[in-house]
């Protein structure tokens, strides 16, 4: 069983930057991989990346590739998502997930969410 708690969220301006931490409490956190999926209003949930548990490495949605980063800290049981040059487009709520095995970018294929955090991008 996992916890997740994603913060981070506000208003920021097209252009501008967020960081969205997620905490996880789980007994063994280095073997979840994590997610980052986000939902508009009126849309489905959409992957925004991941990062496997084995080799850390990482993988992005086309729509955020160059502008995204995942990471991870094991030590902390936390994962982030950096957003830079934030478009109005990427407005909606975002949720941390895990899950075990490979990063996955199908929703169904994730264990445990947060609640989620809203951003918010003005043009």
């Known amino acids: 069983q996992a916890q997740l708690v994603e913060s981070g969220g506000g208003l920021v301006q097209a252009g501008g930057s967020l960081r969205l931490s997620c905490a996880a409490s789980v007994r063994t956190f280095s073997i979840y991989t994590m997610g980052w999926f986000r939902q508009a209003p009126g849309k489905d949930r959409e992957f925004v990346g991941g990062i496997d548990w084995r080799d850390q490495s990482a993988i992005s949605a086309d729509s955020v590739e160059g502008r995204f980063t995942i990471s991870r800290d094991n030590a902390k049981n936390m994962v982030y998502l950096q957003m830079n040059s934030l478009k109005p487009e990427d407005t909606g709520r975002y949720y941390c997930?895990?899950?075990?095995?490979?990063?996955?970018?199908?929703?169904?294929?994730?264990?445990?969410w947060g609640p989620g955090t809203q951003v918010t991008v003005s043009s």
């Open positions: 997930a895990a899950k075990f095995g490979s990063p996955f970018r199908n929703a169904s294929e994730w264990l445990y």
